[in-house]
């Protein structure tokens, strides 16, 4: 890590009669063999959950590189439920931890930052395993001004398939219509409450096709010649609860 080195190098022509000392014995013997340098050097408080290292820098910090992977995975190679979860999944693949994590940005900061476009760097380096994530034909251009083209280049579905509100109605490629910021869409004007259109954009719930609907939802909504297809007959737009001429419908 060049600034670190740097850093090194001011501390000890500053600290007058230690001369190179502390950073000769810093690197021999790790922080804790010259107490106070770290002093000079702190960029910050690490976050709560780390606070317990404040004193042990190297064990995140290899001298000359920096925070390194492997120190991490010294502590985090046990991680199962991260890699059980579709979006964490990933971690099983990367050998790289920074732009993610971040630290030193104080107690109450937890040390993540998501960088999709990190993702994308991490597959292209090491193809194999983590390429999975990364779509077959990367587009052209970006999809739209929410998205950059290197962000559009990954699979969403691969991570984000469990999340998916519109049953796959929309197809895979969330990247046409999403950002990675966030799932909501400012500038999505949802169709007029008088729309016959509901299906084309949204499917019933599996209890839909099942005894379920003829036994109870019909009967519930005082429909009882509707098809599931007809979501407007029974449905507002408010919310999928608020049945039409009955008001909010609790299950039991
Ligand atoms: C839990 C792991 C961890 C510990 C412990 C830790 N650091 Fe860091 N440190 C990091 C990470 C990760 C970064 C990179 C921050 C980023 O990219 O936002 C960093 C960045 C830095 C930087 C800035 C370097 C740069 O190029 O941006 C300095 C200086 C630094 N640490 C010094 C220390 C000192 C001194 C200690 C001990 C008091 C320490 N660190 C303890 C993880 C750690
Ligand atoms: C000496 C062991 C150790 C090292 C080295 C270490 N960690 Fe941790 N880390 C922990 C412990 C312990 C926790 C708290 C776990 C818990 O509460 O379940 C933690 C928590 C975390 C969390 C969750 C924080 C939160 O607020 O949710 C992240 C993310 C993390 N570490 C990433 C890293 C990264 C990236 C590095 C390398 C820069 C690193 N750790 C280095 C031991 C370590
Ligand atoms: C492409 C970005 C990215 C990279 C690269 C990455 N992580 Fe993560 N990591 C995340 C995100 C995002 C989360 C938080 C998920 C959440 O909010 O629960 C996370 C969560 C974690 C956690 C669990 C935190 C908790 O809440 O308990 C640990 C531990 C962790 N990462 C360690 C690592 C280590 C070690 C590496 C390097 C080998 C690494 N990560 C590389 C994005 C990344
Ligand atoms: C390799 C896995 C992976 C891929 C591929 C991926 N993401 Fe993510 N994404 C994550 C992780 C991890 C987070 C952090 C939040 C979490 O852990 O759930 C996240 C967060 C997000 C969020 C913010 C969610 C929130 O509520 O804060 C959006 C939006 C998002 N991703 C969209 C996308 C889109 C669109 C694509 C495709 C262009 C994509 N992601 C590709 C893993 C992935
Ligand atoms: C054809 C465009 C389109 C595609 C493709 C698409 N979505 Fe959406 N999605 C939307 C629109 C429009 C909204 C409503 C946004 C709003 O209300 O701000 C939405 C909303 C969402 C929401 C709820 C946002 C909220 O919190 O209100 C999630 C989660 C979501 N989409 C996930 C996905 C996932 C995952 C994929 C890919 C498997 C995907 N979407 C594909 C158009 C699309
Ligand atoms: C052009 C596509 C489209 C049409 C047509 C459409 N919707 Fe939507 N609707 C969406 C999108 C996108 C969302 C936000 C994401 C989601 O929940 O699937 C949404 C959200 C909703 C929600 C809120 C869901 C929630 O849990 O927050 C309800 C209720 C709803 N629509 C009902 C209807 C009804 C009833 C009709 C027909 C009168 C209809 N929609 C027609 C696209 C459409
Ligand atoms: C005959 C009336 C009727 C029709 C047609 C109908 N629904 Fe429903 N739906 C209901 C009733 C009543 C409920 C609440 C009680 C229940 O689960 O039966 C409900 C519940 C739902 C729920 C909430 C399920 C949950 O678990 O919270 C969703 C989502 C939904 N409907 C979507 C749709 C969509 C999409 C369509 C059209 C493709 C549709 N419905 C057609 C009557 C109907």
Known sequence: MKRLEALYLVIAAAVAGLGFAVPYLAHRDGAQSVPGWTWFVDPGPLSSRHAFLQQDCESCHTPHLGPTADRCIACHANESELLERAPTAFHAAVEDCRSCHVEHLGRSRRPVDMQHEQLLRLALEKRGSAAEFVAAGPPPAAPHAGITRAEA???????????DRHRTLFGTDCAQCHSVSA?????FVHPSAQSRECVQCHQAPPSHYMEHFKMVSVTIAGRPHADVSQCFECHKTTAWNDIKGVGWYKHH
């Open 153 to 163: 280049q990954l699979a969403c579905q691969s991570c984000h398939a469990n999340q």
């Open 183 to 187: 799932w909501t869409i400012p500038a």
